[in-house]
C-alpha cells in the first residue's frame, strides 16, 4: 500500500525557518513530479512547489525565493526548505507524488496532477 507521511511542521515566528519532509513507501518515486501543497482555513488548497525526478523545479510566485524543494530517490523523501517565514505561510501542508501519466496540459502545481497524498503536516508562522 502506498503511504506519504509528512513531517516537520511546527510552529515558528515570522522570519523563521522550518524544512518539511516527506518519506514514500509502498512504491518507488516514479519519472514523473512530486509536489508540496499547501491549505489554509477556508482556502483552496494551492501547489507550493514541485520536483521532476530529474530535477528540474517549479514554485509558487508567493514562495519563490524563500522556499526550497529537493528530492532523495535513493531514499525516498522528499524535502521543502521553507525560510524566511510570513505568517501567510500558515497552513496544512501536504506533499503529493504522480504515478501515472495525466494530460500534459495539467500544471505542474495544479493537484489534479496527482494521484497519492500524504496527511499533511500544520505549519503556523506567527507574527
Known amino acids: 500500500q502506498v503511504q506519504l507521511v509528512e513531517s516537520g511542521g511546527g510552529s515558528v515566528q515570522s522570519g523563521g525557518s522550518l524544512r518539511l519532509s516527506c518519506a514514500a513507501s509502498?512504491?518507488?518515486?516514479?519519472?514523473?513530479?512530486k509536489g508540496w501543497f499547501r491549505q489554509a482555513p477556508g482556502k483552496e488548497r494551492e501547489g507550493v512547489a514541485a520536483i521532476h525526478n530529474n530535477g528540474t523545479t517549479t514554485y509558487a510566485d508567493s514562495v519563490k525565493g524563500r522556499f526550497r524543494i529537493s528530492q532523495d530517490n535513493a531514499k525516498n523523501m522528499l524535502y521543502l526548505q521553507m525560510d524566511n517565514l510570513k505568517p501567510e505561510d500558515t497552513a496544512m501542508y501536504y506533499c503529493?507524488?504522480?504515478?501515472?501519466?495525466?494530460?500534459?496540459?495539467?500544471?505542474?502545481?495544479?493537484?489534479?496532477?496527482?494521484?497519492?497524498w500524504g496527511q499533511g503536516t500544520q505549519v503556523t508562522v506567527s507574527s
Open positions: 509502498g512504491y518507488t518515486y516514479s519519472n514523473h513530479w
Open positions: 503529493a507524488a504522480q504515478t501515472m501519466s495525466t494530460n500534459p496540459a495539467v500544471q505542474v502545481l495544479s493537484a489534479m496532477r496527482y494521484n497519492y
